[in-house]
């Protein structure tokens, strides 16, 4: 399995708090990204970097921010946590190189937040 | 750009019949496209991926997924379903910035 964790693996909080989720990788991939999932919707993009401080908004972005200082490291950070937001995060990193080979991606185990 | 349509939410089969899982893919050049598999309350894990090497790809646990760029079409099968098959199905195509775009996905029943 690639080496990914994330922390925490549960999380309960209230309406309005920060709340800040890590992925960690020992795979040295460059490209590193964030979703949510959600019943019928499938994993749906919130940011993604393709670099140290290199970052982009994926399609469900607002409320949410990112930074990675280390190339093993990805953060997502919930600056006023809403219940909308309650669901499963998943990490995932990808190689990203050039070559032919589509390469895919690999997750992490995922983080269920709960917003009340 | 890119996107995904799986075309059932939910499939139900009984062991030792057939799997078809359908997805279509929308995409302006040759697509990266990929099947993952996720067991309740697990992570997601690949099953297969289309490399353009060959139009028929085979993937882990009996899986196939065929290629078809006349139908814009990346159908998973198996050719007989078991117990431990009954899971979330994901189509998956990725684009030349490296951004991958998920199906809603196909929830696997398998009856005994």
């Known amino acids: 399995d690639a080496g990914i964790t994330q922390s925490p693996r549960h999380k309960v909080t209230e309406t309005g708090t920060p709340v800040t989720l890590r992925c960690h990788q020992t795979e040295n991939h460059r490209y590193m990204y964030w979703y949510r999932q959600d019943p019928g919707h499938g994993l749906r993009l919130i940011h993604y970097s393709y670099g140290v401080k290199d970052t982009d908004k994926g399609e469900v972005s607002d409320g949410y921010s990112v930074s990675r200082s280390k190339t093993e490291d990805f953060l997502l950070t919930l600056e006023s946590a809403t219940s909308s937001q309650t669901s499963v995060y998943f990490c995932a990193i990808s190689e990203g190189t050039t070559s032919a080979t589509f390469n895919e991606q690999f997750f992490g185990p995922g983080t269920r937040l709960t917003v009340l | 750009a890119q996107s995904v349509t799986q075309l059932d939410s939910h499939v139900s089969v009984s062991e030792g019949t057939p799997v078809l899982l359908r997805c279509n893919y929308s995409s302006s050049y040759s697509p990266s496209l990929f099947w993952y598999v996720q067991h309740p309350n697990k992570g997601l894990q690949l099953l297969l991926k289309y490399t353009s090497a060959a139009t028929l790809v085979k993937g882990i646990n009996g899986f196939e997924a065929e290629f078809k760029k006349s139908e814009t079409s990346f159908h998973l099968t198996k050719p007989s379903a078991h117990m431990s098959d009954a899971a979330e199905y994901f189509c998956?195509?990725?684009?030349?910035?490296?951004?991958?775009?998920f199906g809603t996905g196909t929830s696997l029943t398998v009856i005994p």
């Open positions: 998956v195509v990725r684009n030349t910035g490296n951004q991958f775009y």
